[in-house]
């Protein structure tokens, strides 16, 4: 038997279907549509750029949309959780140049009267103090005027208190104590200066003498402090000042023969305080009070002084005098500036009384 296959029972091949025909046993249908390319998801894009302001006048263009209503935030979230447009801000166009100029103008206009409004106020001020009324400093002549009576209104343990504690007053600013040993009567100037020196402060004359002498802690030295209210003007006084310290070469707080004279109590410590022990001392006129201030020490156990030195050079560094050493210089000038506080203070408030 032929073992080769017959051509005529062989079945041909069957044909091939042209890309896009039907298959013979599917029903004809119209037309396929034309394949589309598959749809990519869409990219969110920039936003799209502000649009600024219409100017003013000018109609939107065709493509323009209307106004809206309310504008959008300044800076808009994205998001369902977005808040909703609050009410229109928006900015000002800019104004033309001349309006600009002339908010600076004001601005610079208010400032200028801003700082002479303050230089009034305070030129006002200023002229209160000078002339010494209800809310200014007081003037010479209302202090002297309402100083005058202080003598007789001050009480003695105010202006000569039992103790007086000089802070940083000694020498290499030790603090320093003084107890009253004698409070002397107010009186007149009569035997209580010596002669040159009653001659010095004539012309400023005597109202009344006030005078204590306090001994230190340590019972060694002893210092007279002596008041003199005057009965001067501001001028006489200033006059005096000047021939006390440095006018015409005068000096006369320097002058061994203008010495104060110190005020001494029998039965008390100050007892054998004379002239002969007076070591060191200081004489201060006053410009702002009827007032001369002097003070004048030695030491307690009676010792005679031969080269007595006044305060201002007993307390310089290097002075080997025994009034320097001993800091008699130091306690004439620390108990006269107590003094010269406590009286100022009581001026002062007499002041105000007057007011």
Request: charged letters at 25%.
């Amino acid at each position: 038997m032929s073992t080769e296959a017959d051509p005529a029972s062989a079945s041909p091949p069957p044909p091939q279907r042209p890309a896009g025909s039907p298959r013979p046993d599917t029903p004809p249908a119209s037309p396929a549509p034309r394949a589309r390319r598959a749809a990519l998801p869409v990219q969110p894009g920039p936003p799209p750029p502000e649009r600024l302001p219409a100017l003013p006048g000018r109609a939107p263009g065709p493509d323009a949309p209307a106004p809206p209503t309310a504008a959008p935030a300044p800076w808009p979230l994205d998001g369902p959780e977005a808040p909703p447009p609050t009410a229109p801000t928006a900015p000002a166009p800019p104004g033309p140049p001349e309006p600009a100029r002339r908010r600076r103008s004001r601005t610079v206009a208010a400032a200028l009267c801003l700082v002479l409004g303050v230089g009034l106020l305070g030129g006002g001020i200023a002229g209160a103090w000078l002339r010494g009324g209800p809310s200014g400093v007081p003037s010479t002549e209302e202090t002297f005027r309402a100083s005058r009576d202080l003598w007789r209104e001050v009480p003695v343990d105010t202006l000569f208190p039992p103790e007086l504690t000089g802070e940083n007053a000694g020498p290499g600013g030790a603090d320093r104590r003084w107890i009253r040993a004698a409070v002397a009567p107010d009186s007149g100037c009569a035997q209580a200066f010596d002669e040159l020196l009653a001659k010095a402060l004539a012309p400023v004359g005597c109202l009344r003498l006030l005078r204590a002498t306090y001994v230190d802690e340590t019972s060694s030295t002893l210092t007279t402090v002596g008041v003199v209210f005057t009965k001067a003007d501001p001028p006489a006084m200033r006059e005096l000042r000047e021939r006390f310290t440095d006018r015409d070469g005068e000096h006369l707080e320097s002058r061994t023969d203008l010495m104060p004279r110190p005020y001494a109590e029998r039965g008390t410590d100050t007892a054998g305080f004379g002239d002969a022990q007076r070591a060191s001392w200081t004489v201060r006129v006053g410009t702002s009070l009827p007032v001369v201030v002097y003070t004048v020490s030695g030491f307690a156990d009676g010792r005679t002084v031969s080269d007595p030195q006044p305060a201002g050079r007993a307390v310089r560094d290097g002075e080997t005098s025994a009034a320097a050493q001993a800091g008699l210089g130091h306690a004439s000038r620390g108990i006269a500036d107590l003094v010269e506080d406590t009286l100022s203070d009581a001026a002062a408030d007499a002041v105000r009384e007057d007011r």
